[in-house]
């Protein structure tokens, strides 16, 4: 099965599971930014668990090789404030507004039409972006059990056991 294939069928799985946990909801988005409704960051948290039990799994077996980007925290913070500011004034994020799309609702289509708008000044600035922005606090190749200097499997295991506290106490709040 092609590479391309299996990433359209995971796209699809994902886009599926997004719209049954109701995460592409307009309303769901507002609980998530007024931190009323924890929907979103239970499902996002479970999805970035499971992708790394993926992956490092797939990585163990010798199925696929990790490709690390360097940790560069001036890309990382103005890239998190264009995302958080998208996101507040439009009420979907990326992914939820493709599928908020997808449900027929044509308020996400800004959004969508904002992010190829981005994308593209994104590639026409790109020399200078690399240039400046992409050197600001550069730390290279870095993960998480690479600095620990632990296996990965144990961070892993730490952050499973984290996120399961994390969804008690939002669940006893009725989040």
């Known amino acids: ?44 948290l479970t999805s970035v668990l499971v992708a790394a039990v993926g992956v490092y799994l797939l990585h163990g077996l010798g199925l696929v090789a990790l490709s690390i980007k360097p940790m560069v925290v001036g890309s990382i913070v103005i890239g998190g404030l264009l995302f958080g500011v998208g996101w507040g004034l439009l009420g979907y994020c990326p992914g939820t507004s493709l599928g908020a799309l997808g449900e027929g609702r044509l308020d996400a289509l800004s959004g969508i039409l904002g992010m190829l708008a981005g994308a593209a000044l994104f590639a026409e600035t790109y020399p200078t972006l690399k240039a400046t922005v992409m050197t600001w606090g550069n730390f290279g190749k870095i993960t998480l059990p690479g600095v620990l200097g632990v296996s990965p499997w144990l961070v892993i295991a730490a952050f499973t056991i984290g996120a399961i506290l994390l969804f008690r106490w939002f669940e006893r709040r009725s989040l």
């Open 1 to 44: 099965m092609s590479t391309l294939l299996i990433g359209l069928m995971t796209g699809i799985l994902f886009g599926f599971l997004l719209q049954r946990a109701g995460v592409v909801r307009y309303d769901a988005q507002l609980g998530a930014l007024r931190l009323r409704d924890m929907t979103i960051v239970k499902f996002m």
